[in-house]
């Protein structure tokens, strides 16, 4: 299994950013797909999931109404929009997957397979 992230950049306060995570070695069906964050000296935060079949998401409510998960089967991909940024949404973004789909799969140590990460960085 593989996943591969990538979109991550500088933005001002109010920009807009579009991450991606490619994956592969997967079957989809019967995952769950997630995003999560770490800023430097803290904890990885849960950002947002969505289950592969059926498309349903999730988001934390620091995000919510700002970020979308969102994925293409056809490209095996998933995907961060993220609008109305702040300098408190800076940190490393990393993608990742959880066999699985039952529960509420926001906590890092349910997921099996984790991408190298991406940096945003929101100036004010």
């Known amino acids: 299994v593989q996943l591969q992230a990538c979109g991550g950049g500088l933005v001002q306060a109010g920009g807009s950013l579009r991450l991606s995570c490619a994956a592969s070695?997967?079957?989809?069906?019967?995952?769950?797909m997630g995003w999560f964050r770490q800023a430097p000296g803290k904890e990885r935060e849960f950002v947002a999931r969505?289950?592969?079949?059926?498309?349903?998401?999730y988001h934390a409510d620091s995000v919510k109404g700002r970020f979308t998960i969102s994925r293409d089967g056809a490209m095996n991909t998933v995907f961060l929009q993220m609008t109305n940024l702040k300098p408190e949404d800076t940190a490393v973004y990393y993608c990742?997957?959880?066999?699985?789909?039952?529960?509420?799969?926001?906590?890092?140590?349910?997921?099996?397979?984790w991408g190298q990460g991406t940096q945003v960085t929101v100036s004010s």
């Open positions: 990742a997957a959880s066999h699985g789909s039952a529960g509420t799969r926001d906590e890092a140590y349910e997921y099996d397979y």
């Open positions: 070695g997967l079957t989809f069906n019967g995952w769950t």
């Open positions: 969505i289950i592969w079949s059926g498309g349903w998401t």
